[in-house]
C-alpha cells in the first residue's frame, strides 16, 4: 500500500492545482502518476515545465513516446510502461515496435531504433556515452543537437520513472489493457 495520496485538483497543494487542471484538459483525466506527485509542488511543477519544453522540441511524437517508452522499460517502472504504451500506439508508432520496446529490443524502424538505442544506453551508462554511440546517431540521420534533446527526455522521463517506482500509483482502467510487469531481477 502507497502512503502517497492520488491529490484530486481540489485536495491538491494550491500551487500543483494549475498543473493538474492543465493534465485533466490534456488527458481527460489526471494521471494517478500525477496526482501522487502533485505533493510536491517542486516535482509536479518542474515536470510539466520539462515535459512542455520536450513536446515543443524537433523531435516528432512517436519519436518522443518511443524513447519514453523505452525509458519506463530500461527503469523498470511499470505505471509509465502502460502510460506510454497506449500513448505510442495512439501516436501510431507500430505495435511491433512497441512490443519490441516492451520486451527489451529495439523497434524495427531505423530511426526509433536508433532513439531507442541512444535512451537506453544514455540511461544504461548514466550519461557516459561513448564517441560511438554518438556517431551511430547521427549517422542515423539525427544531429547532434537532437542527442541533447534525447537527454531532456530521458530526464523528464526520470521524473515519471522514480516516482512511479516509490509510489506505486494505481493503473487507471483505461491502461490496464497494457499493463506490464518489470521482470525479475
Known amino acids: 500500500m502507497s502512503s502517497y495520496p492520488a491529490h484530486t485538483?481540489?485536495?491538491?497543494?494550491?500551487?500543483?492545482?494549475?498543473?493538474?487542471?492543465?493534465?485533466?484538459?490534456?488527458?481527460?483525466?489526471?494521471?494517478?502518476?500525477?496526482?501522487?506527485?502533485?505533493?510536491?509542488?517542486?516535482l509536479i511543477n518542474g515536470f510539466i515545465g520539462l515535459f512542455e519544453?520536450?513536446?515543443?522540441?524537433?523531435?516528432?511524437?512517436?519519436?518522443?513516446?518511443?524513447?519514453?517508452?523505452?525509458?519506463?522499460?530500461?527503469?523498470?517502472?511499470?505505471?509509465?510502461?502502460?502510460?506510454?504504451?497506449?500513448?505510442?500506439?495512439?501516436e501510431g508508432v507500430h505495435p511491433a515496435d512497441v512490443d519490441a520496446i516492451r520486451h527489451g529490443g529495439l523497434p524495427g524502424e531505423l530511426g526509433l531504433?536508433?532513439?531507442?538505442?541512444?535512451?537506453?544506453?544514455?540511461?544504461e551508462t548514466r550519461g557516459r556515452l561513448a564517441e560511438s554511440d554518438q556517431?551511430?546517431?547521427?549517422?542515423?540521420?539525427?544531429?547532434?543537437?537532437?542527442?541533447?534533446?534525447?537527454?531532456?527526455?530521458?530526464?523528464?522521463s526520470t521524473i515519471t520513472n522514480y516516482t512511479g517506482s516509490v509510489t506505486q500509483p494505481a493503473l487507471e482502467a483505461t491502461f490496464e489493457e497494457f499493463a506490464w510487469h518489470a521482470p525479475a531481477p
Open 135 to 156: 556517431r551511430r546517431f547521427l549517422e542515423a540521420g539525427f544531429s547532434s543537437e537532437q542527442i541533447l534533446e534525447v537527454i531532456a527526455v530521458v530526464a523528464a
Open 9 to 42: 485538483i481540489e485536495s491538491a497543494p494550491a500551487q500543483s492545482k494549475p498543473v493538474l487542471q492543465q493534465l485533466q484538459q490534456a488527458f481527460g483525466l489526471i494521471p494517478n502518476i500525477a496526482a501522487s506527485m502533485a505533493a510536491s509542488p517542486v
Open 113 to 123: 531504433a536508433a532513439l531507442s538505442t541512444l535512451a537506453r544506453t544514455l540511461i
Open 53 to 90: 519544453r520536450v513536446h515543443a522540441s524537433s523531435l516528432t511524437e512517436p519519436q518522443i513516446q518511443t524513447l519514453l517508452l523505452t525509458n519506463a522499460v530500461t527503469n523498470a517502472s511499470e505505471w509509465p510502461v502502460a502510460f506510454h504504451t497506449a500513448l505510442a500506439l495512439k
